[in-house]
């Protein structure tokens, strides 16, 4: 396993798999490390459905990605989302003590301000898979091009629960080159 140094060189957007299976193991070692991910007043809203029927994949990347291949290609598709109703004061999947930064109501449009929040906690989540992947030699990409009305549908997500991201896993095919990164100074203000 590598360490998390070199778990963060090592990553990069994998677009070509192997058709290798993932592991239960590793899976669960992935979706452990989104769990403990971090959230504002702990609200913990990210949500995960994990695909591996390629059949789906394929009508996922054809209705509610833009034909993107790799969707459908991927070993694993972990669909990525959030339950907003974590963000509903009093509500039993809301934390106790967040009822200073929460909606009055479950309706969708007092849910509207809460999702830019719930987004980033999640993103919070996808990329500690995503690093937890990489430790475990395992490629993935984020996927953010999609039709987030189609694949609600297709995958029967209620309106309270929103789709933000697809995390596509498996195996790179080949060497993974350098990425070009910005130089110390130019992120530092």
């Not at 509610?64 to 991927?74: C, G, M």
């Not at 106790?96 to 449009?109: K, T």
């Not at 091009?145 to 694949?151: E, N, P, T, V």
């Not at 095919?173 to 203000?189: N, S």
Request: glycine share 6%.
């Amino acid at each position: 396993m590598k360490t998390v140094q070199e778990a963060i060189q090592w990553r990069r957007s994998i677009r070509k798999f192997k058709p290798d299976p993932i592991s239960d193991e590793h899976l669960a070692l992935i979706i452990e490390a989104a769990r403990l991910a971090p959230s504002g007043t702990n609200r913990q809203p990210w949500r995960f459905q994990v695909i591996r029927d390629q059949a789906l994949q394929k009508r996922l990347a054809e209705e509610a990605t833009l034909n993107q291949r790799h969707v459908a290609e991927a070993p694993v598709c972990i669909v990525c989302g959030s339950e907003m109703l974590t963000f509903v004061k009093g509500h039993p999947l809301a934390p106790s003590g967040g009822d200073y930064f929460a909606a009055e109501s479950e309706d969708p449009e007092a849910l509207k301000p809460f999702i830019a929040d719930a987004q980033m906690y999640t993103a919070v989540a996808i990329e500690h898979m995503a690093l937890m992947a990489a430790s475990l030699g395992i490629g993935s990409c984020w996927v953010q091009r999609i039709r987030f009305g189609a694949m609600a549908k297709l995958l029967g997500w209620p309106r309270h629960r929103v789709i933000h991201a697809l995390l596509l896993l498996g195996y790179p095919e080949g060497d993974l080159p350098p990425q070009r990164r910005l130089a110390k100074e130019q992120i530092l203000l």
